[in-house]
């Protein structure tokens, strides 16, 4: 089926600015540059599941994975999930595959990332060389 010029449109816009976040985090490095801080660490002292993406996305833009890791374990592991799911995305628009049908759609993966990213707060701030592993 073809795309009509809305959908063509939108994908086109999304790709664009997916692009252009990839080209800014690789630009800018967040540790030296004034990137917004988290506001839970701010106010709470926690580390919320959040902390260090930021850091982490720069370094597997370089292609630094182990530092990625180092900065946060669950973004690093979920960066590959949402560039497939991206491309899912995509060829979902292109072909007109019903959302349902994808990947990104199941809901065990739903609560499953919901429980993975809760356990993940936890632990990573619990005392304790767990704790300061996973923290950033």
């Known amino acids: 089926m073809l795309l009509t010029r809305r959908t063509a449109g ?3 816009f999304g790709l664009l600015a997916g692009l252009a976040l ?13 990137f917004p801080r988290c506001p839970v660490h701010w106010l709470t002292g926690l580390h919320c599941p959040g902390c260090g993406t930021q850091r ?3 370094a597997l833009l370089h292609g630094h994975v182990v530092q990625a890791i180092g900065f946060n374990l669950l973004a690093a592991l979920a960066a590959p999930v949402v560039v497939f799911g991206l491309l899912e ?6 072909t007109s595959t019903p959302r349902r049908l994808t990947f990104l759609y199941r809901p065990w993966l ?18 304790g060389p767990l704790g300061a592993w996973l923290a950033p």
Do not use: I, K, Q, S
């Open 89 to 94: 995305e995509v060829r979902g628009r292109l």
């Open 56 to 58: 982490a996305l720069h």
């Open 10 to 12: 939108v994908t086109a």
């Open 22 to 34: 990839a080209v800014l985090y690789f630009r800018l490095n967040p540790a030296h540059y004034p």
């Open 110 to 127: 739903g609560w499953g990332t919901v429980g993975l990213v809760l356990l993940f707060t936890v632990l990573r701030n619990l005392p």
